[in-house]
């Protein structure tokens, strides 16, 4: 998961590289276990990670405005992660859910027919089989939870 995210961010700070970089916090405790205040990221499955923005100039996480999200950028990255298959779930706002759905339709050219198993929005409220569905308190940062049942097979044929 870390090296998939390190190449996904690089390959974004490539493509546009006088942006504010994106910020990763709270993946898991070392060797596991609670990590307050988060009921997940116990088993390095989740991160926290916060939205992507034009401004130049950011002090650390925040809860940046509507307007002010870099939606090519938070694009990039979701279509990346999702084609690499590791995904499990994304949590979000579902006013970003929203932005970040036009914009893939109307700026990216993505086939609605891909976006409706990934966006909760504009399925019903509450769609729980999406990737990207809402879960309170994601306004702001995006957190991501990664399959890991490569890792657990390749656990398994090492141990």
Do not use: C
């Amino acid at each position: 998961m870390v090296r998939l995210l390190q190449d996904t961010f690089h390959a974004m700070h490539r493509r546009w590289p006088n942006r504010h970089p994106v910020i990763a916090h709270d993946l898991s405790r070392l060797g596991g276990g609670s990590l307050r205040p988060h009921k997940s990221h116990r088993a390095g499955r989740d991160i926290d990670v916060g939205y992507p923005t034009r401004d130049r100039e950011r002090d650390g996480w925040g809860r940046p405005s509507l307007d002010s999200i870099d939606y090519a950028r938070l694009w990039f990255v979701i279509d990346r992660l999702e084609r690499s298959g590791r995904l499990a779930a994304i949590y979000m706002s579902p006013a970003i859910q929203r932005r970040l759905y036009r914009f893939a339709i109307e700026r990216a050219g993505a086939d609605p027919e891909r976006l409706e198993p990934m966006f909760q929005y504009p399925a019903a409220k509450g769609a729980k089989r999406t990737l990207i569905r809402h879960s309170p308190g994601h306004r702001d940062h995006i957190h991501m939870r990664f399959d890991s049942a490569t890792d657990v097979d390749e656990l398994a044929l090492t141990s």
